[in-house]
Nanobody, 121 residues
């Protein structure tokens, strides 16, 4: 079995910063992609940022220049640095990973439990 465990999050004032971390553990052969999603109350879950095994990244337009995603392939971890936070960034943030547990097997989707980020004065 594979497990994603998140840490970080909390309450921060507008303009502040937070760092989210996520660690994957269990039966892991490869992780083609790791990502962060978020879901605000009454809204659909949206993709925030993705980092691929080779290091390339993708960001939602709403967070470009403010958020930075990074991964440590040796530790199977991914982080999201959130800077210049705005009230509209308030949401539950979820870690996601595509993980292959064995060589030549297809990857499956795994999710973390979610961590609350609240931006408010």
């Amino acid at each position: 079995q594979v497990q994603l465990v998140e840490s970080g999050g909390g309450l921060v004032q507008p303009g502040g910063s937070l760092r989210l971390s996520c660690a994957a553990s269990g039966s892991i052969f490869s992780i083609p992609a790791m990502a962060w999603y978020r879901q605000a109350p009454g809204k659909q879950r949206e993709l925030v940022a993705t980092v691929f095994s080779g290091g390339s990244t993708r960001y939602a337009d709403s967070v470009k220049g403010r958020f930075t995603i990074a991964r440590d392939n040796a530790k199977n971890t991914v982080s999201l640095q959130l800077n210049s936070l705005k009230p509209e960034d308030t949401a539950v943030y979820y870690c996601h990973a595509k993980i292959s547990s064995r060589r030549f097997s297809s990857s499956s989707d795994y999710w973390g439990q979610g961590t609350q980020v609240t931006v408010s004065s």
